[in-house]
């Protein structure tokens, strides 16, 4: 009889955690979230990038900082890994405006 020798992903076996903060796109393929832990890398141009789709802004949603690219506010229910500060997985991603985040003392200004 076959054993199943498959592996469960980490990133799909890892609890999810809500994590709300400073979603920034400075430029093509990098993407960090700031939040009141610290940066949590989502996505580096040429490297790992977490499974799932990042949040979608409205205009309003969206300070552009470099042509099209910038930040905006998001909450977002990831599979991290902490010891990297490195986000694995995205279930959702929900923009906000950006007045909850400039209100949120815990978090550094963009």
Partial sequence: MAQNTAVPSTSRAA???N?????????PG???????????????????S????????????????????GHGCACMKVVVDR????????????AKPLKACREDRALPRP
């Fill in 83 to 94: 010891s990297e500060q490195r986000v694995l997985r995205i279930a959702s991603a929900t």
């Fill in 15 to 17: 609890p999810l955690e």
């Fill in 30 to 48: 990098n993407a960090t979230l700031t939040d009141r832990d610290g940066e949590w890398v989502i996505s580096t141009q040429g490297g790992a």
């Fill in 19 to 27: 994590r709300c903060g400073w979603f920034h796109n400075p430029t």
């Fill in 50 to 69: 977490a499974e799932g789709d990042w949040p979608v802004f409205t205009d309003a949603q969206w300070k552009k900082t470099n042509g099209h690219y």
